[in-house]
């Protein structure tokens, strides 16, 4: 399983968009991106999945660079009720054992 | 929309005693999934099961855990002998394939005095 670096803090302000990275040098080539939030007693809640180049849905975009060693979960004009953590996993569908790293804390302030 | 149901919410134990934590998964889906996180830590897998058995499980999931899917919508996980350490929240997890988009219930607080 590919291993993923992602800062474990960021602040930003409401209105702002907040771009949180994630590093993963060893994706393999079967291998997607998936992004989680999860808010404080409550269980992770799945985002947005990708495999290359740009994903866009109703909460969030997902940009691939090409050669998929990073991959970048994008909020656009962030509200308070957005500050949870993020988790960044990379899997691909014979992977039964779907690994949540440490996650990126967003805290966003009025 | 549907959704993983957990039950209970919210569950104190004495050390020794046994539990059992009921997850309803959503209808179609096939793929079940055990996740704990103990306060202030990362969410840890516990164990995923498919086809009526067990796919993967971590190292966490030792021989006081078990995991039953008894009547084809219930998916519950059973701790023999709780200790202090099993305080944690407890997620149940469901897929309808093997994709990586989970879908979570809102968790079992499981508290071992």
């Known amino acids: 399983l590919a291993k993923t670096t992602q800062p474990i803090s960021m602040d930003s302000y409401e209105g702002q968009e907040v771009n949180i990275t994630c590093s993963h040098n060893?994706?393999?080539?079967?291998?997607?991106i998936t992004w989680y939030q999860q808010f404080p007693s409550q269980g992770p809640r799945f985002i947005i999945q990708?495999?290359?180049t740009k994903v866009t849905n109703e909460v969030a975009s997902l940009f691939i660079p090409a050669d998929r060693k990073s991959s970048t979960l994008s909020l656009p004009r962030v509200s308070l009720s957005d500050t949870a953590v993020y988790y960044c996993l990379v899997g691909d569908d014979r992977d039964d054992k779907i690994i949540f790293g440490k996650g990126t804390r967003l805290h966003i302030l009025p | 929309e549907p959704e993983v149901t957990q039950t209970p919410s919210h569950q104190v134990t004495q050390m020794g005693q046994e539990v059992i934590l009921r997850c309803v998964p959503i209808s179609n889906h096939l793929y079940f999934y055990w996740y704990r996180q103990i306060l202030g830590q990362k969410v840890e897998f516990l164990v995923s099961f498919y086809n009526n058995e067990i796919s993967e499980k971590s190292e966490i999931f030792d021989d006081q855990f078990s995991v039953e899917r008894p009547d084809g919508s219930n998916f519950t996980l059973k701790i023999r002998s709780t200790k202090l350490e099993d305080s944690a929240m407890y997620f149940c997890a469901s897929s309808e394939g093997n994709t990586g988009e989970l879908f979570f219930g809102e968790g079992s607080r499981l508290t071992v005095l």
């Open positions: 060893n994706i393999a080539t079967n291998d997607y």
């Open positions: 990708g495999y290359k």
